[in-house]
């Protein structure tokens, strides 16, 4: 068990949709990162928060958004759903602030938009 | 994005057998340099983080090194398992802190 809780497993929702993702990082973490998984791809970044503030973007579209709540908790808010954002969302959590941490990560987020 | 790469792409080995990966990055903006083991239907697990040039870390029967001058790093397994079975990834965390994965490297042990 690593530590890092995400909720809900699974999702399911239709196109144009919205819906949240939550994470609540490994006791003591301070940076959260939430990475996609879709279809025979790798892990890809989207974006990094630490300490409640962003502090790194990766390939995150428009349409989706994050935050980082005083609690440490994140959520990931993902808008307007189309059938390519199903995906596995995974978020991780460290106690640094850049890479010189390893990355906790959590069981992810099942998304699936039909 | 990061220009990770990863090869191979996949590897069948016997077990008993000892096998070697790499992981290629850019070396202008290294930070560090992570390596994870990844088990089909689990989440991404930390073997090293690594972050001078010349560094060699050990986990049993997994080693490591890392050369940031010309940008590579090779993970070692000795002696496979097919418990060793797994995507292994690699991550070079740069400066600007995007943390970027590279595709991976599918690792069978044949018993």
Known sequence: DSGVTQTPKHLITATGQRVTLRCSPRSGDLSVYWYQQSLDQGLQFLIQYYNGEERAKGNILERFSAQQFP???SELNLSSLELGDSALYFCASSG???????????????LTVT | ILNVEQSPQSLHVQE????NFTCSFPSSNFYAL???RWETAKSPEALFVMTLNGDE????RISATLNTKEGYSYLYIKGSQPED????????????NQFYF????????IP
């Open chain 2, 102 to 109: 590279g595709t991976g490297t599918s690792l069978t042990v």
């Open chain 2, 16 to 19: 008993g057998d000892s096998t």
């Open chain 2, 85 to 96: 079975s797994a995507t292994y990834l690699c991550a070079p965390p740069n400066t600007g």
């Open chain 1, 71 to 73: 609690d440490l908790h």
């Open chain 2, 57 to 60: 870390k050990k986990k049993g």
């Open chain 2, 34 to 36: 992570h390596w994870y």
């Open chain 1, 96 to 110: 640094a602030p850049r890479g010189e941490s390893p990355l906790h990560f959590g069981n992810g987020t099942r």
